[in-house]
């Protein structure tokens, strides 16, 4: 329970530095590396599938016991010594403050006139293509970024830390980097991802659920529409063709009264999202201020939630070690 608490306040402290060492880089090396090897010959659509689920098995197994085994090596050594590696770990899977500060340099961007600027900030969290968004649609990219990221780089990585500490916290960090990297429905790799986008999806369904009842209570507490927020949820929750990202982003969407969703561009290529929201207002760029205070009260919520969990477990467990 300490590791968890001591990589949740590193989190909120120091964030994501560049000049730290990083696991999720190696990670992301590694499937680097792992698709070249896979992938020298031409394959058919079977076998695509079939080396992309070595690709997922490799790398998440890998990223488990690799850093299973380094927490092991070093308990042998000192108590003190697994500490600091267990906290590590978990910290490098959390993504609060980094997610907040990536958001807010948008955000400042925006406010100094500067779109090339923000266009440039807003491609490093999202996918689409943003050397063409005005204004509105970069505010729109980033608060579905935040609304995302808030599972994925908060509280899933929580939910994993609480399940099965830093190597399952660790593991589903590599799940989501696949996906990132490999898990896209294009010729490249529709049958060579799949198996890493359907992994991604199941892991962060419980999670993704558990944004449900946070954003709400989230919303209420930054003094947002909370009840909207739960009612667009079930409302358009299920409209995104991903079984999990709808369900945050329309909970940002009703909270802060705006819609998302709409035509994006990958690579050229034009893509349309359902609409998510209504339309109260406007969206302008102070809506991504109000989005990173929801996500960070989120984040909040999701930490007390994963204290008085273990708490408890804990404590259960302890008194049934006594008697």
């Given at each position: 329970?300490?590791?968890?608490?001591?990589?949740?306040?590193?989190?909120?402290?120091?964030?994501?530095?560049?000049?730290?060492?990083?696991?999720?880089?190696?990670?992301?090396?590694?499937?680097?590396?792992?698709?070249?090897?896979?992938?020298?010959?031409?394959?058919?659509?079977?076998?695509?599938?079939?080396?992309?689920?070595?690709?997922?098995?490799?790398?998440?197994?890998?990223?488990?016991?690799?850093?299973?085994?380094?927490?092991?090596?070093?308990?042998?050594?000192?108590?003190?010594?697994?500490?600091?590696?267990?906290?590590?770990?978990?910290?490098?899977?959390?993504?609060?403050?980094?997610?907040?500060?990536?958001?807010?340099?948008?955000?400042?961007?925006?406010?100094?006139?500067?779109?090339?600027?923000?266009?440039e900030k807003v491609s490093?969290?999202?996918?689409?293509?943003?050397?063409?968004?005005?204004?509105?649609?970069?505010?729109?990219?980033?608060?579905?970024?935040?609304?995302?990221?808030?599972?994925?780089?908060?509280?899933?990585?929580?939910?994993?830390?609480?399940?099965?500490?830093?190597?399952?916290?660790?593991?589903?960090?590599?799940?989501?980097?696949?996906?990132?990297?490999?898990?896209?429905?294009?010729?490249?790799?529709?049958?060579?991802?799949?198996?890493?986008?359907?992994?991604?999806?199941?892991?962060?369904?419980?999670?993704?659920?558990?944004?449900?009842?946070?954003?709400?209570?989230?919303?209420?507490?930054?003094?947002?529409?909370?009840?909207?927020?739960?009612?667009?949820?079930?409302?358009?929750?299920?409209?995104?063709?991903?079984?999990?990202?709808?369900?945050?982003?329309?909970?940002?969407?009703?909270?802060?009264?705006?819609?998302?969703?709409?035509?994006?561009?990958?690579?050229?290529?034009?893509?349309?999202?359902?609409?998510?929201?209504?339309?109260l207002k406007k969206i302008?760029?102070?809506?991504?201020?109000?989005?990173?205070?929801?996500?960070?009260?989120?984040?909040?919520?999701?930490?007390?939630?994963?204290?008085?969990?273990?708490?408890?477990?804990?404590?259960?467990?302890?008194?049934?070690?006594?008697?």
């Amino acid at each position: 329970m300490s590791e968890i608490i001591t990589a949740y306040f590193l989190d909120l402290i120091i964030g994501d530095p560049y000049w730290l060492p990083h696991p999720v880089r190696i990670i992301g090396k590694v499937i680097e590396y792992l698709e070249r090897i896979l992938r020298k010959n031409n394959q058919n659509q079977r076998t695509e599938k079939i080396k992309g689920i070595l690709l997922t098995v490799i790398t998440v197994g890998l990223s488990y016991y690799i850093i299973y085994f380094l927490i092991y090596i070093a308990g042998i050594i000192s108590p003190g010594l697994k500490f600091v590696f267990s906290s590590f770990f978990i910290f490098t899977a959390l993504s609060t403050k980094n997610l907040g500060e990536e958001a807010f340099s948008i955000y400042r961007a925006l406010k100094e006139n500067n779109l090339e600027l923000a266009r440039e900030k807003v491609s490093r969290i999202v996918g689409r293509d943003t050397k063409d968004l005005d204004e509105e649609e970069i505010v729109r990219a980033t608060i579905e970024s935040i609304a995302e990221g808030t599972v994925d780089g908060i509280i899933s990585p929580l939910f994993y830390a609480v399940l099965g500490g830093a190597p399952l916290a660790m593991a589903y960090k590599a799940v989501n980097t696949l996906d990132s990297m490999v898990g896209y429905k294009n010729e490249k790799y529709l049958y060579f991802g799949w198996f890493s986008a359907k992994l991604d999806d199941l892991v962060n369904y419980l999670p993704a659920r558990i944004s449900i009842l946070l954003i709400p209570v989230a919303s209420l507490l930054v003094r947002q529409r909370n009840l909207m927020a739960f009612r667009i949820i079930f409302r358009d929750g299920k409209k995104s063709p991903s079984p999990n990202a709808g369900i945050p982003e329309a909970g940002f969407a009703g909270s802060l009264g705006i819609q998302l969703g709409g035509a994006n561009f990958y690579q050229g290529v034009k893509e349309y999202r359902p609409i998510l929201g209504e339309k109260l207002k406007k969206i302008s760029p102070k809506d991504i201020l109000k989005a990173i205070w929801l996500s960070c009260t989120v984040s909040i919520l999701m930490f007390l939630i994963s204290f008085i969990v273990l708490h408890y477990y804990l404590g259960n467990f302890e008194v049934r070690v006594v008697y």
